[in-house]
């Protein structure tokens, strides 16, 4: 689906939500809120400019918007992996978004993400992966990397991987199997508008994904390793 479609569907009362190049910048209105909206189209790769982008905008709404909720809108095909990007240190770029995103939440921001098209790896990791909720579309394209580049880099035959992904989320891509493992929230259907007030009412701070993870089946040992670490 296009994002033009999904802003709609998200915000009735109206958005003025605009593409420059691969970046989403603008807001929209729900109800009787507005939310500031930034993200990415186009499959696009997330490398150092456009990563320092979205963390401007949302500086720039701590700074002029204060408490007003934000939505991260995803489509990204990962990190940028250019010479250019990888010489500016864009790990450190990376890092820069989530600070930001993290400030935005110790200062009364919640924060949204919903995947509306596909998210992988450090891309997402940066953006949506840092949101009080993260959601998906039902279609949306979610993993870190795909069954045939895991055979590649561990060695294992593809095959193999395949009965295992099969059995465990962890090794299966879709945003329902990251649902399974607590990494998303929910998948979003229908309303879309609703699901975004649901949402909003919900966003209180708090990490519940490995709550989630063990609860769901998907992924049983996130909490109870986190609580021995902290324990002992």
């Known amino acids: 689906m296009n994002w033009q479609a999904v802003a709609s569907r ?68 990962g990190q940028r992996l250019r010479h250019r990007d990888e010489l500016l240190g864009i790990n450190r770029y990376m890092g820069h978004l989530a600070k930001c995103v993290e400030l935005a939440r110790m200062r009364g921001h919640r924060v949204i993400a919903l995947v509306y098209d596909q998210a992988l790896s450090g891309g997402f990791l940066a953006s949506g992966m840092m949101a009080d909720v993260c959601a998906a579309l039902p279609d949306a394209e979610i993993r870190v990397m795909n069954l045939p580049a895991m055979a590649r880099v561990t060695r294992q035959p593809e095959e193999r991987l395949r009965a295992l992904a099969t059995k465990s989320p962890v090794f299966a ?39 989630e993870g063990l609860e769901r089946g998907g992924r049983v040992l996130a909490k109870p390793v986190a609580e021995r670490v902290l324990s002992e």
């Open 10 to 77: 998200l915000f009735p009362q109206g958005h003025d939500i605009v593409a420059d190049d691969a970046l989403l910048a603008g807001t929209g209105r729900n109800g009787d809120v507005v939310f500031e909206v930034t993200g990415s189209t186009e499959h696009t790769e997330i490398g150092v400019d456009l990563a320092l982008a979205m963390a401007r905008r949302v500086l720039a709404t701590v700074r002029n918007h204060p408490g007003r909720p934000i939505l991260f809108l995803i489509d990204t095909a």
């Open 173 to 211: 891509p879709g945003a329902i199997n990251y649902v399974q493992m607590g990494g998303i929230d929910s998948i979003w259907d229908g309303d879309l508008a609703a699901c975004l007030r649901d949402a909003l009412a919900r966003a209180d701070g708090h990490d519940r994904r490995s709550e």
